[in-house]
């Protein structure tokens, strides 16, 4: 069975034959692939009254130890985003009451980020939903073949430097 890449890649063969294009062939597919995860997961967080970024938050600070508190520059690192991102994410959720932030004792310029019972609430009830989704779109991949492509994604991203600090 053939996917739409495999139609572009026998386009360029036909036009430009001398090129290897298969990097085509992985990288589109990671593309497109991104795209078609991205749309499912918006549509599971949508039914909880989140977005992704929301998520992202709510789910760093809930799989932080008790309790479930960071700083911003902590959250910023995690989730890989601009500082004025995380600032625009924080004022999101903390107007909804999901988290808190409180001033830090030892720091007077910096701020904790808290995880309030609300925001607890709605990560762990979005969470199991999320898995499902997850689990849906992995459906047609063994339990080995899931291993064995997480692994060849790891090696990937660690060779563009997408490694814990």
């Known amino acids: 069975m053939a996917d739409q890449v495999d139609r572009i890649l026998e386009q360029w063969a036909a036009q430009r034959p001398e090129l290897d294009t ?26 909880h009254g989140l977005d992704t970024a929301s998520f992202d938050v709510l789910a760093t600070l809930r ?3 008790p309790p479930h508190r960071l700083t911003p520059a902590e959250l910023m690192r995690a989730s890989m985003v601009t500082s004025g991102a995380i600032t ?14 409180t ?25 199991p939903d999320h898995i499902a989704t997850e689990n849906r779109l992995l ?27």
């Open 103 to 127: 001033p830090n004792d030892s720091d007077g310029r910096g701020v904790y980020v808290t995880l309030t019972e609300a925001g607890r609430a709605l990560i762990d009830k979005a969470l």
């Open 88 to 101: 625009q994410r924080l004022d999101r959720l903390e107007a909804r009451a999901l988290v808190t932030r």
């Open 139 to 165: 459906s047609a991949l063994t339990a080995s073949r899931r291993d064995a492509l997480a692994g060849e994604l790891r090696v990937l991203l660690e060779s563009l430097g997408d490694v814990p600090r």
């Open 63 to 65: 799989r932080s130890d």
């Open 22 to 47: 298969s990097p085509m062939g992985v990288i589109g597919r990671l593309q497109r692939l991104s795209r078609l995860l991205d749309t499912e997961l918006r549509r599971t967080f949508a039914t």
